[in-house]
């Protein structure tokens, strides 16, 4: 879910559908396959995060509408592998960072209910696009680091402790927790390039590697 409690809009995603071989959703939740989607998601966003070292740092953190930036996107996902990962499949009842940010709450702006403040989370905090990063680059490691420690009977293990939300007495396995991730890693990637076109489109910023501006070198694109 986006910010502002919006359902997930799926026609986003910017893979070519639901059946194409580089999509990790459709890969199985079994030990491989649940491997091969770490190393997708970790590779997917490598390049992405090198893309947008190159653009100016204030457009990540701009939004489309009511929608995270590109940076409160980043810190959404911190808070993902936090939730169904760190605290839930290894069991560390503080693995909340500061940084991460819950579902339908943005950085900057009031938390009613409290619930980032239970969590320890501080909404007011303006991290850098490097720090964010840096910490990202560390979750994905971890995720695709504890893929790689799984083991079949692991798989179907139930959570240490369960996402707040839900409750302590439903078995949540372990396979269930890597779905939850992927999904939300390839849905949010989607948002994320959707919307970094749109800022830099009204910005008018071109980004490294882009070619010659047709507005002040005509004649690199003039029809032969």
């Given amino acids: 879910m986006r910010a502002g409690g919006r359902s997930r809009d799926t026609r986003c995603v910017t893979s070519d559908g639901?059946?194409?071989?580089?999509?990790?959703?459709?890969?199985?939740?079994?030990?491989?396959g649940i491997r091969q989607a770490s190393a997708i998601v970790e590779e997917m966003w490598r390049s992405t995060f090198e893309r947008v070292?190159?653009?100016?740092?204030?457009?990540?953190?701009?939004?489309?509408?009511?929608e995270w930036s590109f940076v409160e996107?980043?810190?959404?996902?911190?808070?993902v592998a936090?939730?169904?990962l760190r605290r839930d499949a290894i069991g560390d009842p503080d693995a909340w960072h500061p940084f991460g940010l819950p579902p339908d709450l943005r950085a900057g702006q009031p938390d009613p209910d409290g619930?980032?403040?239970?969590?320890?989370i501080d909404l007011l905090a303006t991290p850098s696009l490097t720090e964010v990063l840096e910490l990202r680059r560390d979750r994905l490691r971890f995720i695709r680091t504890l893929a790689d420690r799984l083991s079949p009977a692991e798989l179907e293990r139930p959570t240490s402790?369960?996402?707040p939300w839900m409750p302590a007495t439903v078995p949540v396995p372990i396979s269930q927790c890597f779905d939850v991730?992927?999904?939300?890693?390839?849905?949010?990637?989607?948002?994320?390039i959707r919307d970094l076109a749109v800022v830099i489109s009204r910005t008018g910023v071109r980004e490294p590697g882009a070619g010659p501006d047709p507005e002040r070198h005509p004649?690199?694109?003039?029809?032969?």
């Fill in 18 to 32: 639901a059946d194409a071989p580089d999509d990790p959703r459709t890969l199985p939740h079994t030990v491989d």
């Fill in 53 to 66: 070292a190159e653009l100016p740092e204030p457009l990540l953190h701009e939004r489309v509408g009511d």
């Fill in 73 to 79: 996107t980043q810190r959404h996902l911190l808070f």
């Fill in 82 to 84: 936090d939730v169904w």
């Fill in 115 to 120: 619930v980032a403040e239970r969590l320890g």
């Fill in 161 to 163: 402790c369960n996402p």
């Fill in 181 to 192: 991730v992927v999904r939300e890693e390839w849905a949010h990637h989607g948002f994320a």
């Fill in 219 to 224: 004649a690199a694109h003039r029809p032969l």
